[in-house]
């Protein structure tokens, strides 16, 4: 059903990699990217390892590294989805995507621009929607985890913390978009769950987890995207599953809301 669409994402970790994978499972071509070599590829559920494997298979799908833009179409017609290293990213350029998802998680946007294809989608933190990109997707173990945002009107659904925790608990804050930052808690305060402790130009920074604020930058700080401005230590002690397991379910679902995303943009376009 859409062969014809071509969709470039950007990254090659698991959650670029579930991605990846689910598009090509409904039908479309789907190329993987990356900047450069990852320092170390362990997750079994990554595409990565074709990049120094030259093939690797993830659930079935099998992912074939390639050494120019050009080389994808073969791939593509043994049903494969090709990885390519594209540090100068001609692959932009070249092979002309219909469908730009950059999934690499940075804490902020990487420059990842709207105008890359006439439809891109961001996930996690830095993207706005209508400036980076036609949709997000959240990236936040629970809170909004999956859930897509179409409009800059909607509260953000980028995690506005971290997903990592500190052995200690800590969490990382982080600012959804660029700003001056209005603050409503002060250090050494106690915080809800969901409860808002800042905001940057009218986006809301809840907390993702009840706890203690150990730091938070000054109101009135000019802040960048994805920019740090504070920590929490976490008062919450669950009964966390295995990384790798955890990792493979947060990935699934984030790749139901790229989907979703890709599909609901494709029908806007008529």
Not at 73 to 81: F, G, Q, T
Not at 150 to 156: I, T
Not at 161 to 169: F, L, Q, Y
């Amino acid at each position: 059903m859409f062969t014809d669409k071509k969709v470039l994402v950007k990254g090659t970790g698991e959650v670029a990699s579930a991605c990846a994978r689910r598009l090509h499972v409904v039908g479309f071509q789907v190329l993987l990217t990356e900047r450069e070599l990852p320092p170390t590829i362990t997750s079994p559920a990554s595409f990565a390892k074709a990049l120094t494997e030259e093939r690797v298979e993830v659930f079935g799908t099998t992912g074939i590294k390639i050494d120019t833009p050009v080389e994808a179409e073969a791939v593509w017609r043994r049903d494969d989805i090709p990885v390519l290293l594209d540090p100068e990213a001609k692959a932009l350029e070249e092979l002309s995507p219909g469908i730009v998802v950059d999934a690499r998680m940075a804490s902020s946007n990487v420059g990842t621009r709207i105008d890359e294809a006439p439809i891109v989608v961001g996930v996690g933190p830095g993207f706005q929607v209508g400036v980076d990109c036609g949709a997000v997707v959240g990236a936040i173990p629970g809170q909004n985890l999956g859930m897509v945002s179409y409009s800059s009107a909607e509260e953000s659904l980028v995690p506005q913390a971290t997903t990592e925790i500190a052995p200690g608990g800590g969490v990382t804050l982080a600012s959804p978009s660029e700003g001056i930052l209005k603050t409503f808690k002060g250090t050494g305060q106690k915080v809800r769950k969901g409860e808002i402790i800042a905001e940057v130009n009218g986006r809301a920074i809840r907390s993702p987890v009840a706890g203690t604020l150990e730091s938070l930058l000054s109101a009135g700080s000019e802040i960048a995207s994805g920019q740090k401005l504070g920590e929490i230590l976490s008062s919450e002690k669950p009964a966390l599953p295995k990384p790798s397991a955890d990792l493979s379910v947060a990935a699934a679902a984030i790749s139901g809301g790229v989907l979703e995303a890709i599909l609901y943009l494709l029908r806007q376009q008529g």
